[in-house]
């Protein structure tokens, strides 16, 4: 075969191995997902937000907030438990490549340019724990936790965004779908997260 028959060859082995993983991937996240409600808590309390913003009467935005504030609460609940059960997981097979092609298997290749999913969501459901809001805030206290939560959940979408495709592919997504892009979710996560957040970057790179 000519050079130029290799390069399709290789091409399509590649393009088949990187649909392999990625669905590999799905499956692995999607099993430890479907017992839980995060998916759709998520979604809830995102569109939650805007309606208790619209929200003109006082009272029903109140009520709207209490409910918002223990959904807020389940979706920890549960994310504490997706983190457990995920951390059972073998590391060969959570780690996220850092690299921004998706090339198949260079997370288990190359490890130093990869995190570990399993810290990615303990440090996720942290964040999200740290960011529900207390019963007895004002107004504007409870409008500026509710503007962090979204970009906490936000974060976390393309954290398993990531995962399960790539960096690229989750900020396009993000964008897309939110209409915001990756870098104004990181300036709008709580410092801590942000700082947690880049250190499990920046780990493996050492």
């Known amino acids: 075969m000519d ?13 088949v191995l990187q649909g392999m993983e990625h669905r590999r991937r799905v499956r692995l996240l999607g099993a430890h997902l479907a017992p839980t409600q995060v998916e759709k808590l998520m979604g809830g309390l995102i569109e939650g937000y805007m309606r ?3 929200e003109k009467d006082p009272e029903r935005q109140q009520q709207v907030w209490a409910i918002l504030g223990n959904n807020e609460k389940t979706l920890a609940d549960q994310l504490e438990r997706l983190a457990k059960t ?14 921004p092609l998706a090339l198949p298997y260079f997370d288990r290749l190359i ?9 990615a969501l303990k440090l996720h459901a942290k964040a ?12 504007e206290a409870r409008k500026h936790l509710a503007f962090t939560m979204t970009a906490e959940l936000l974060l976390l979408q393309h954290t398993c965004h990531w995962f399960c495709k790539t960096r690229t592919i989750a900020s396009m997504r993000l964008l897309a779908r939110q209409k ?7 300036k709008n996560v709580e410092p801590s997260t942000l700082k947690s957040y880049q250190h499990l970057l920046a780990a493996q790179s050492k």
């Open 3 to 15: 050079f130029l028959t290799w390069i399709i060859v290789g091409s399509i082995g590649i393009y």
């Open 52 to 54: 208790a913003l619209d």
């Open 86 to 99: 995920f951390s059972q997981e073998n590391a060969q097979d959570t780690r996220v490549s850092t690299l």
């Open 111 to 119: 490890p130093s340019h990869t995190f570990d999913m399993r810290e």
């Open 128 to 139: 999200v724990r740290a960011a529900c809001a207390p019963d007895d805030l004002d107004l």
């Open 180 to 186: 915001t892009s990756y870098e104004q979710v990181l």
